[in-house]
Protein backbone atom coordinates (compact mmCIF):
# COMPACT_ATOMS: atom_id res chain seq x y z
CA UNK A 1 0.00 0.00 0.00
CA UNK A 2 1.75 3.08 -0.66
CA UNK A 3 -0.13 7.24 -0.74
CA UNK A 4 2.12 10.10 -2.00
CA UNK A 5 0.46 13.64 -1.89
CA UNK A 6 2.21 16.57 -2.68
CA UNK A 7 1.51 20.67 -3.39
CA UNK A 8 3.33 23.56 -3.98
CA UNK A 9 3.27 24.76 -0.03
CA UNK A 10 3.45 21.09 1.47
CA UNK A 11 5.39 18.01 -0.04
CA UNK A 12 4.10 14.55 1.91
CA UNK A 13 5.02 11.03 1.21
CA UNK A 14 3.48 7.92 2.87
CA UNK A 15 3.89 4.39 2.74
CA UNK A 16 3.52 1.31 4.73
CA UNK A 17 4.99 -2.29 4.85
CA UNK A 18 3.07 -5.17 6.48
CA UNK A 19 5.65 -6.82 9.01
CA UNK A 20 5.19 -10.25 11.13
CA UNK A 21 4.65 -7.81 14.02
CA UNK A 22 2.08 -5.42 12.64
CA UNK A 23 2.21 -2.37 9.63
CA UNK A 24 4.80 -0.14 9.44
CA UNK A 25 3.85 3.18 8.13
CA UNK A 26 6.00 6.01 7.14
CA UNK A 27 5.30 9.60 7.13
CA UNK A 28 8.06 12.24 5.47
CA UNK A 29 7.69 16.11 4.78
CA UNK A 30 10.32 18.78 4.54
CA UNK A 31 10.65 18.93 8.40
CA UNK A 32 11.49 14.85 8.63
CA UNK A 33 10.67 11.85 9.19
CA UNK A 34 8.52 9.81 11.35
CA UNK A 35 7.79 6.20 11.79
CA UNK A 36 5.17 4.53 13.50
CA UNK A 37 4.47 0.66 14.35
CA UNK A 38 0.59 -0.13 14.50
CA UNK A 39 0.47 -3.81 16.05
CA UNK A 40 -1.34 -6.95 14.91
CA UNK A 41 -4.61 -7.20 17.18
CA UNK A 42 -4.45 -10.49 18.92
CA UNK A 43 -6.44 -13.25 17.69
CA UNK A 44 -7.92 -15.65 19.78
CA UNK A 45 -8.80 -19.33 18.79
CA UNK A 46 -11.04 -19.99 21.83
CA UNK A 47 -14.48 -21.54 19.80
CA UNK A 48 -17.44 -19.88 20.04
CA UNK A 49 -19.53 -20.08 23.30
CA UNK A 50 -23.04 -21.84 23.12
CA UNK A 51 -25.92 -22.73 26.21
CA UNK A 52 -24.63 -25.50 28.14
CA UNK A 53 -26.09 -27.08 31.26
CA UNK A 54 -23.68 -27.99 33.93
CA UNK A 55 -24.43 -32.14 33.11
CA UNK A 56 -23.16 -31.64 29.66
CA UNK A 57 -19.59 -30.97 30.07
CA UNK A 58 -16.77 -32.08 32.58
CA UNK A 59 -17.38 -30.27 35.83
CA UNK A 60 -14.03 -28.41 35.86
CA UNK A 61 -14.58 -27.05 32.68
CA UNK A 62 -17.65 -25.73 33.28
CA UNK A 63 -16.66 -24.26 36.78
CA UNK A 64 -13.70 -22.60 34.96
CA UNK A 65 -16.21 -20.76 32.53
CA UNK A 66 -18.56 -19.94 35.18
CA UNK A 67 -15.04 -18.13 37.16
CA UNK A 68 -14.61 -16.34 33.69
CA UNK A 69 -18.31 -14.95 33.59
CA UNK A 70 -18.06 -14.10 37.39
CA UNK A 71 -14.98 -11.62 36.41
CA UNK A 72 -16.88 -10.04 34.16
CA UNK A 73 -19.30 -8.71 36.71
CA UNK A 74 -16.73 -8.13 39.53
Known sequence: MAYSESNEKNHQHFF???TD????????NAQGRKNYLI??????SEEAPMAVES???PPD?????????NKLYD
Do not use: K
Open 16 to 18: ANT
Open 21 to 28: CGIQASFS
Open 39 to 44: PTAQQF
Open 55 to 57: FSM
Open 61 to 69: QYHALMERI
